[in-house]
Structures are given as C-alpha cells and as structure tokens.
Nanobody, 128 residues
Framework: QVQLVESGGGLVQAGGSLRLSCEAS????????MGWFRQAPGKEREFVAA???????????DYADSVKGRFSISRDNTKNAVYLQMNSLKPEDTAVYFC??????????????????WGQGTQVTVSS
C-alpha cells in the first residue's frame, strides 16, 4: 500500500514563496510519474505540474500555463519524495494542493484520473 503525505502548505502574502513536499512510503516511486494538482473551493481539481525520469537520467516536467515560470517541480528518488517550489504566489493560487503518483504516460499527465495514488492534500492560502 502506497501512502503519500504532503507538507509545507500555509498562509503567505502575494509575491511570497512556499515549498511543498510529498513523501511516499510503501514502495519506491522512482519509475512513476509524480504530479501536483490543486483544488479551490467550488472548482474542479486542476493540474499544476508533473514530472518523471527517463531511462537515460533526464528529468521531464510539464506545467500548467498558469504556473509556468513561477513553480518548479523536482524529486529526490533517494528520499522517495517530490517537491513543488512555488514563487511569486498570487491570491488565485489559493487551493488545497495534492500530490499524486502513478504509471502515467506523458499524454495523460494532466488528467487526475490517470494517477493511482493520492495524498490527503495541504492547504495553500495566498493573501492579497
């Protein structure tokens, strides 16, 4: 049984930064795609970022247009963890952020249903 646990959320002023962490237990996720999604009140869960290592040691990542240039996804396979560095935060980034993992093909990275495992979420609130 895989468990994903997010941390690092909180309250920050607009323009500030936060770093979210997601640690996995139960099995190694080095071959899985790991992604971040978010869900604001009354809205559907939306894609934020995802990434995976290729067989040749290259890290591939994809970002939603709304966060491109401000957010960065990274992972540490030695710690079975994935991170989301969020800079230049805006009030519209306020949401519960979820970590997800699974054997997902690149064409499905942005689809929540493609992921097999989910964390419980961490709240990010950006004040104006």
């Amino acid at each position: 049984q895989v468990q994903l646990v997010e941390s690092g959320g909180g309250l920050v002023q607009a323009g500030g930064s936060l770093r979210l962490s997601c640690e996995a237990s139960g099995r190694t996720l080095s071959t899985y795609t790991m992604g971040w999604f978010r869900q604001a009140p009354g809205k559907e869960r939306e894609f934020v970022a995802a990434g995976t290592w290729s067989g040749h040691g290259t890290y591939y990542a994809d970002y939603a247009d709304s966060v491109k240039g401000r957010f960065s996804i990274s992972r540490d396979n030695t710690k079975n963890a994935v991170y989301l560095q969020m800079n230049s935060l805006k009030p519209e980034d306020t949401a519960v952020y979820f970590c997800a993992a699974g054997p997902v093909s690149a064409s499905d990275w942005r689809t929540p249903m493609s992921y097999r495992y989910w964390g419980q979420g961490t709240q990010v609130t950006v004040s104006s």
